[in-house]
């Protein structure tokens, strides 16, 4: 497993990317409905394409992760099910922290099991919103790196 920064986010790019958060959602999103996933959607591209920085992670060849952060926040952190477990997250996220100077993140309340490997990784809750930033009804935490290390 490597990771890129994309020079340039080809149409190719965005949609294996899109592939990889569908299919790492419906495998940890259990919250979200069929209708929410397919609502969802649309969105994707476009917040691939908008985001400030972008690191992919391969394996053999393909994405099996991306993390894109801007203004020191992690907005997006997924990472497909065959690769879970593998240490692709814990890069990603080291990744944003070292090179983009990542030290907040959102994350579903719903999603313990994000909420574990974030705290894991040095992340505390700092406060809770009722909604999604589009309003949606699904409650974030609003996380925050406890200590900033050095070297990451």
Same mark, same amino acid.
């Given at each position: 497993? &490597? ?12 949609? !294996? ?31 691939l394409a ?10 053999? /060849?393909?994405?099996? /992760? ?29 990744h944003a922290?070292? &090179?983009?100077? !990542? ?10 099991? !994000? ?6 990784? /040095? ?18 935490? &609003? ?10």
């Amino acid at each position: 497993m &490597h990771i890129e920064t994309p020079v340039e986010r080809t149409p190719e790019l965005v949609a !294996a990317l899109a592939d990889v958060w569908e299919r790492s959602v419906r495998a940890t999103h259990d919250f979200l409905t069929e209708d929410d996933i397919v609502g969802l959607r649309p969105e994707v591209g476009p917040g691939l394409a908008g985001v400030a920085a972008l690191a992919v992670a391969y394996a053999d /060849g393909a994405p099996c /992760g991306f993390a894109g952060t801007q203004d020191g926040k992690v907005e997006m952190l997924f990472v497909a099910p065959e690769a879970r477990g593998r240490g692709v997250g814990r890069a990603l996220l080291e990744h944003a922290m070292e &090179h983009e100077g !990542a030290v907040t993140l959102d994350v579903n309340e719903q999603n313990p099991q !994000a909420r574990g490997f974030y705290e894991r990784m /040095g992340f505390r809750v700092e406060g809770r919103s009722p909604v999604d930033d589009a309003g949606r009804p699904f409650p974030q935490l &609003h996380m925050r790196l406890a200590e900033p290390t050095k070297g990451i």
